[in-house]
């Protein structure tokens, strides 16, 4: 016998209903951290547009910090808890392998039974998840999904380390997506290049920790110069596929809203996509700092509550990091 399997009832279009953030507590200066590592405010200010970067406190873990966001991203969506039915997390610095922090953040926040999965791909994980959200919603596999990039990179790093941790704040970045009349999310442009995974590094694996204890906590290691060629000159164009692939040019563009990785990395992408003057970049990370994941909704709140963007812009996001990874896509801002 033939049987005829209903699928899923899709939907048109899906947008972005309502974004939340949370910083960590902690203002720290470039003083407070420049001895160990030889520098100064100055450098870290010319090299990386970095004045204070947000850590959290030892009490504070990710999945605090993901509740604060989330909570403050439904209200701004108008949504309460039990209307999520998919929470994503993306992060590289919750501590458990299993249970998902997803399934605990569902819970915490009310929003139990719904799906929840994490996901791990650093600073890209944020615009990930975004297109795993559209996909979901269009596909009409979920309705309402939370989507949170949340890390507290302060546990990874080492005072004395030139290379990264100075960079390094602690935060979450929450936004709700759903059903839309009209498109809101454009196709999601995204990749890997596993062969430079070592740019930027775990120092060693838990298992290496196991079996040799004197070789400490790890923590995170880049190749400064590397990453910075790549993220300057060929991530760029990842972006202007994003752009094409919704049918978009930089003249359409409101808010362009990067990966919050170095001032000059910034700088550098507005130029190569030959955005108009007029277009508002997103630059948290002079007062927040790198925080992976997080550093793209953090951005886009900061716009938007400071009313440098508003509710109907077009914003072109990109994340870009460890993997190597990237994704990029074009959005109205809810
Ligand atoms: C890390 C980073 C800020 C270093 O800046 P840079 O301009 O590339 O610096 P370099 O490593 O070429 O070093 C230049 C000089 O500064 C010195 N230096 C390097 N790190 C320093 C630090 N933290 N403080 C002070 N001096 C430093 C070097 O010793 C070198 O000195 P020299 O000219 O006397 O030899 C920069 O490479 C960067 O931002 N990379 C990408 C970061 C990133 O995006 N990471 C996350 C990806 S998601």
Same mark, same amino acid.
């Given at each position: 016998?033939?049987?005829? +399997?209903?699928?899923?009832?899709?939907?048109?279009?899906?947008?972005? $209903?309502?974004?939340?953030?949370?910083?960590?507590?902690?203002?720290?200066?470039?003083?407070?951290?420049?001895? =160990?590592?030889?520098?100064?405010?100055?450098?870290?200010?010319?090299?990386?547009?970095?004045?204070?970067?947000?850590?959290?406190?030892?009490?504070?873990?990710?999945?605090?910090?993901?509740?604060?966001?989330?909570?403050?991203?439904?209200?701004?969506?108008? +949504?309460? =808890?039990?209307?999520?039915?998919?929470?994503?997390?993306?992060?590289?610095?919750?501590?458990?392998?299993?249970?998902?922090?997803?399934?605990?953040?569902?819970?915490?926040?009310?929003?139990?039974?719904?799906?929840?999965?994490?996901?791990?791909?650093? %600073?890209?994980?944020? %615009?990930?998840?975004?297109?795993?959200?559209?996909? $979901?919603?269009?596909?009409?596999?979920?309705?309402?999904? +939370?989507?949170?990039?949340?890390?507290?990179?302060?546990?990874?790093?080492? =005072?004395?380390?030139?290379?990264?941790?100075?960079?390094?704040?602690?935060?979450?970045?929450?936004?709700?997506?759903?059903?839309?009349?009209? =498109?809101?999310?454009?196709?999601?442009?995204?990749?890997?290049?596993?062969?430079?995974?070592?740019?930027?590094?775990?120092?060693?694996?838990?298992?290496?920790?196991?079996?040799?204890?004197? +070789?400490?906590?790890?923590? $995170?290691?880049?190749?400064?110069?590397?990453?910075?060629?790549?993220?300057?000159?060929?991530?760029?164009?990842?972006?202007?596929?994003?752009?094409?692939?919704?049918?978009?040019?930089?003249?359409?563009?409101?808010?362009?809203?990067?990966?919050?990785?170095?001032?000059?990395?910034?700088?550098?992408?507005?130029?190569?996509?030959?955005?108009?003057?007029?277009?508002?970049?997103?630059?948290?990370?002079?007062?927040?700092?790198?925080?992976?994941?997080?550093?793209?909704?953090?951005?886009?709140?900061?716009? $938007?509550?400071?009313?440098?963007?508003?509710?109907?812009?077009?914003?072109?996001?990109?994340?870009?990091?460890?993997?190597?990874?990237?994704?990029?896509?074009?959005?109205?801002?809810?």
């Amino acid at each position: 016998m033939t049987v005829q +399997l209903k699928q899923a009832e899709p939907v048109a279009f899906s947008r972005i $209903l309502g974004i939340g953030a949370e910083r960590g507590e902690n203002v720290v200066t470039n003083d407070d951290i420049a001895g =160990p590592i030889d520098s100064s405010d100055e450098w870290i200010r010319q090299r990386t547009g970095i004045v204070t970067r947000r850590r959290a406190g030892a009490d504070r873990d990710v999945i605090d910090l993901a509740e604060a966001a989330s909570l403050k991203a439904l209200a701004a969506a108008g +949504l309460t =808890p039990d209307q999520i039915d998919t929470v994503i997390v993306s992060t590289v610095t919750y501590f458990a392998q299993t249970p998902s922090a997803a399934a605990i953040l569902a819970d915490r926040i009310g929003a139990n039974p719904a799906a929840s999965f994490d996901i791990s791909a650093a %600073c890209a994980g944020y %615009c990930y998840a975004i297109g795993q959200a559209d996909a $979901l919603v269009r596909s009409g596999t979920a309705r309402h999904v +939370l989507v949170v990039g949340a890390e507290k990179l302060s546990d990874f790093i080492d =005072p004395t380390d030139r290379s990264i941790s100075f960079l390094l704040g602690d935060g979450a970045g929450a936004a709700v997506v759903g059903p839309s009349d009209t =498109p809101g999310i454009g196709p999601t442009v995204w990749g890997s290049d596993g062969s430079k995974a070592t740019t930027i590094r775990q120092t060693h694996a838990w298992s290496q920790l196991r079996e040799d204890p004197s +070789l400490g906590w790890p923590t $995170l290691r880049q190749d400064g110069p590397t990453v910075f060629k790549w993220a300057s000159f060929q991530v760029g164009k990842f972006a202007q596929e994003a752009m094409d692939a919704a049918g978009v040019g930089p003249q359409d563009i409101d808010v362009f809203v990067p990966h919050q990785a170095n001032m000059r990395i910034i700088d550098q992408m507005v130029k190569q996509l030959k955005l108009p003057e007029d277009v508002v970049v997103g630059r948290d990370i002079a007062d927040t700092g790198n925080t992976s994941a997080a550093s793209v909704p953090l951005a886009i709140e900061r716009l $938007l509550a400071e009313g440098q963007a508003k509710s109907g812009d077009v914003a072109l996001q990109i994340g870009f990091g460890a993997g190597l990874v990237y994704a990029a896509q074009v959005v109205v801002l809810p």
